[in-house]
């Protein structure tokens, strides 16, 4: 296979991989849950502690599927998340159905979800690795009626009409934790990663292509000045012979 000829099918492969990457994130973009997340300013924001192995797994979820749709509030890392957390329960209870689920919000992880700055459209207790759980909440019309969950199952009704939801989700809002680095999309790691084993390819090939055209280079020139080399030989060795034979005769 010719240098060329390789660089065209690399280049192939390179223009492929672009337009999978293309495609997966126009798929992402376009899937309507996504829509209404981005199109309704959701918001999963979680209460936590960094020793609570729940709020990890429910850390790592949100980080792995709604990354630019959470916030997690340490309460043992930053105080204004315990102070706010501690306060906002306090107004939680003083709502019209909050009875039922007082027993429940004195555990984390604890989410509440927001829409649009104004609307809290449920709260939900305990770590849930459940998707489409979560998309279903977000996407949701705002109610008076706010549902809350222990884990997927809802164990009441709070009561809220817009205005004090509202005041509620600013309450929360109040405070953003500092972000957490965040790490290298995968489908950019895969890209990076492919592209680098075909220019480790192309190198290696490039290489050996090289290394092989002088090792075989060096005795077709040797044999080449051999042979010139005897040819001439036989040339001058004929003009002698025939110089003698002249001269003999």
């Not at 992880?109 to 649009?116: S, V």
């Not at 770590?127 to 489409?132: H, K, P, R, T």
């Not at 809802?154 to 972000?179: D, F, H, R």
Request: one cysteine or more.
């Amino acid at each position: 296979m010719s240098t060329l000829l390789l660089l065209k099918h690399v280049g192939v492969l390179l223009v492929v991989l672009l337009i999978v990457l293309s495609l997966s994130q126009l798929v992402v973009s376009e899937n309507p849950s996504n829509m209404c997340l981005s199109g309704n300013n959701i918001v999963f924001y979680a209460y936590g502690e960094t020793t609570c192995p729940h709020c990890k797994r429910l850390h790592d979820f949100f980080d792995a599927t709604f990354k630019h749709n959470y916030v997690f509030c340490y309460i043992d890392k930053y105080s204004e998340c315990y102070s706010n957390l501690g306060k906002f329960i306090l107004d939680i209870v003083k709502l019209p159905g909050a009875q039922s689920v007082q027993s429940v919000l004195g555990y984390i992880p604890q989410t509440y979800i927001l829409k649009n700055n104004t609307y809290l459209l449920g709260i939900v207790i305990g770590a849930v690795a459940d998707e489409s759980f979560w998309l279903n909440l977000a996407c949701r019309e705002p109610s008076s009626e706010i549902p809350v969950y222990e884990g997927t199952s809802q164990v009441g009704v709070v009561e809220a009409n817009t205005t004090l939801q509202s005041e509620l989700v600013q309450k929360i809002l109040a405070y953003i934790p500092p972000v957490e680095t965040q790490g290298i999309p995968s489908e950019l790691v895969l890209g990076v990663i492919v592209i680098a084993i075909l220019v480790v390819s192309i190198g290696g090939y490039l290489t050996y292509t090289r290394i092989s055209s002088k090792k075989t280079s060096k005795p077709v020139k040797k044999t080449e000045e051999r042979k010139e080399s005897k040819k001439k030989k036989i040339i001058e060795d004929s003009t002698t012979l025939h110089v003698s034979y002249h001269i003999n005769f």
